[in-house]
């Protein structure tokens, strides 16, 4: 008798003490800022390394790089000072074309305009477009026919316009769109689709690369448009109207209709955070009993809620954010009261896994940029301790078994005392 009570209490401290059974081991890769937020951002690989905006506290944000390969173990390091001393060239809107990297940078000098790297050189302006210390601010960077569009404010048009650069010429305006503000670059059926919004009223509008773009649909007063995605040899899109959310979908021949009415979705949510996995698309939605959770759609059938990952309490959002493919997984970050704002994974079959609770207990480590990068994927955390730096979730390091059986644990077993 008292080894079957043995053998039952094993099995009961077993699933109260060991919690999730994650498939690998989060690990921060070095603390780059000491005294503050390394704060990685906007990671791109090129040139098999992995490329990112971060600030050390002395140089302000600038480019950095991270080599996981050559030699492996090689710290972040910083590739320029863009703008010289303290200051923040802040580089974004990530993108690589021929072979190169290219970004939006602010020297302090030039203002934000469009910068390139080759990876062996110093980073240098590609143009001056908005002349003198105005800032063009290019965005968007998409590859297209084999040239970069992008969108940005010169001020000669109104509002951001269409802009191309072949690589060797001065970039130039594709065509001015004026009244609108260009965004959601999408390649679909071999054209380049994108959101023309502006304060009331929106549109979908499609270039071909020769002929000069043209308007799909205008969507009237209240409106707009985001996060175009090709999922099923269709095109579809956020569409919102007076604050409530709807997916639309579009087929490349008939108007645009819409799929399913997501409601009000949390603040963040409407800019990001749709994916195709697995043959089917994923987003967000609050049907207004569960708050705002993961869905998925079929393409056919209703759309269905995937799990209510934060089940605490009637209408409450877990906040899924920044879904990421990796090892035929969905990565994202997601919230429950009881482990806080941490990394999570769906299988596409099984409910919904914590991976690992970077930030112990109900704190927050908020994991950002998921990326996957020489087999591994790499993101943004604070586990409480380090601030915001560089982490890496690796499916090859498994956890160490102490996790599993805690210390304290052990030493109940040794003793052969019961719990209290």
């Known amino acids: ?47 098999a390394k992995l490329y990112f905006a971060a600030d050390d506290g002395i140089h302000g944000r600038e480019l950095w790089v991270y080599d996981d390969v050559n030699p492996p173990g090689m710290l972040p390091a910083m590739v320029a000072d863009i703008q010289s001393g303290s200051g923040s ?26 910068w ?41 048009y109104l509002d951001s316009e269409l802009w191309v650069y072949d690589g060797v010429n001065p970039p130039s305006v594709v065509d001015a769109i004026n009244g609108y503000n260009l965004s959601d670059f999408t390649v679909f059926n071999s054209k380049l689709y994108f959101a023309a919004n502006n304060i009331g009223y929106s549109a979908l509008w499609v270039y071909d690369g020769v002929n000069p773009p043209s308007m799909v649909t205008w969507f009237g007063p209240w409106t707009s448009l985001s996060n175009l995605i090709e999922f099923r040899s269709k095109l579809y899109f956020y569409f919102t109207y007076e604050g409530d959310i709807s997916l639309y979908v ?13 409601g009000p979705l949390t603040s963040g949510a409407r800019n990001m955070y749709m994916i195709v996995f697995h043959s089917r698309l ?14 998925s759609y079929d393409g056919v059938n209703p759309p ?53 609770d970077i930030r112990s207990g109900p704190g927050n480590s908020t994991p950002k940029y998921l990326t996957v990068y020489n087999s591994k994927l790499y993101f943004s955390a604070d586990d409480g301790i380090h601030g915001r730096e560089l982490w890496v979730f690796d499916n090859n390091i498994q956890p160490n078994p102490s996790k599993l059986f805690p210390f304290s644990y052990q030493l109940l077993l040794l003793k052969g005392n019961t719990p209290p």
């Open 304 to 356: 269905s809620m995937v799990a209510d990952i934060r089940a605490s309490s009637y209408n409450s959002d877990s906040f899924v954010r920044y879904m990421t493919v990796f090892n035929s997984k969905l990565y994202f970050a997601a919230y429950e009261p009881i482990n806080g704002y941490e990394l999570w994974s769906y299988d596409g079959t099984n409910p919904p896994v914590m991976e690992a």
């Open 282 to 295: 994923y987003f967000l939605k609050n049907d207004f009993a569960h708050g705002e959770e993961l869905w």
């Open 89 to 114: 060239s802040s580089p974004s809107d990530f993108a690589v074309f021929n072979s190169k990297l290219y970004f939006q940078a602010n020297d302090g000098i030039n203002g934000a305009e469009l």
């Open 250 to 262: 579009y087929d490349g021949v008939n108007p645009p209709s819409m799929v399913t009415w997501f």
């Open 1 to 47: 008798m008292k080894l079957l009570f043995r053998l039952g209490l094993l099995g009961y401290l077993f699933v109260l003490f060991a919690g999730p059974a994650y498939s690998g081991t989060a690990t921060l890769v070095a603390d780059s800022n000491k005294n503050g937020n390394f704060a990685p951002g906007g990671f791109t690989v090129f040139n």
């Open 116 to 156: 390139v790297y080759d990876g062996v050189n110093p980073p240098s302006m590609v143009a001056d477009i908005l002349s003198g210390p105005g800032s063009s601010s290019p965005r968007d960077l998409i590859v297209f026919n084999s040239k970069l569009y992008f969108t940005d404010n010169e001020y000669v």
